[in-house]
């Protein structure tokens, strides 16, 4: 019931940014993508470091942990020549550019997010305000000051701000698991459900 009502509360207030909240989704994968990237950027100064027995692929699905510093510098040589000095400056550029960007999206998702957050909260506040009013004398009888308080800056506040949660957290995570776990599968599936298994084990010790 409690699921039911929360949904059917933001559904009434959240509808009219359904689309401004999909685009902020969309963009929010971006950053979580570019959390993924920026430890591959400095893969092919390593291969270059530690040579191993890895040979690069053509074809970026075929990329695993095992072949992407010498797959990356394979691609980045045309550009940047075999010079290492070359390389340690490309990989510095990308590993800036994708900073740069995912901080730049965060920054816009978080001001853009907080202003439908702002908008939302004084629509609850107005609905609420609006529905006590039409209450009888009875059920503030019944009810602490403090309670009725509460419902106004700390519930409203709370629901408002899942907003955030929703676009920064479950959207930017969502798109860095799934590429990580994507690299992950194609390096080693044992070493996937080992991951996975001690991600599970920390939430179960942390919680």
Do not use: C
């Not at 997010?113 to 629509?123: E, K, P, Q, T, Y």
């Not at 000051?145 to 709370?158: P, V």
Request: charged share 15%.
């Amino acid at each position: 019931m409690f699921l039911k009502d929360f949904i059917s509360l933001f559904h009434r207030h959240l509808r009219s940014f359904y689309g401004k909240l999909l685009l902020l989704g969309l963009l929010g994968v971006i950053p979580g993508l570019m959390l993924s990237v920026r430890p591959l950027v400095i893969a092919p100064i390593l291969s270059q470091i530690l040579p191993g027995k890895s040979t690069p692929v053509a074809d970026w699905r075929q990329l695993t942990l095992d072949n992407a510093g010498v797959s990356l510098l394979s691609w980045l040589t045309p550009f940047i020549g075999s010079e290492l000095g070359g390389l340690f400056i490309a990989a510095a550029l990308l590993y800036l550019l994708a900073t740069a960007v995912s901080a730049a999206l965060s920054a816009y998702i978080n001001i853009a997010s907080l202003g439908i957050r702002m908008r939302v909260f004084s629509r609850m506040v107005i609905a609420l305000h609006s529905h006590m009013l039409d209450l009888d004398m009875g059920f503030f009888m019944r009810r602490k000051s403090g309670e009725l308080i509460s419902r106004f800056n700390l519930d409203l506040a709370r629901a408002a701000t899942s907003i955030d949660t929703i676009i920064m957290k479950l959207v930017q995570t969502s798109a860095h698991i799934l590429v990580s776990a994507w690299l992950l599968v194609k390096t080693d599936v044992t070493l996937t459900l080992f991951v996975f298994g001690l991600g599970g084990l920390h939430l179960g010790v942390s919680k």
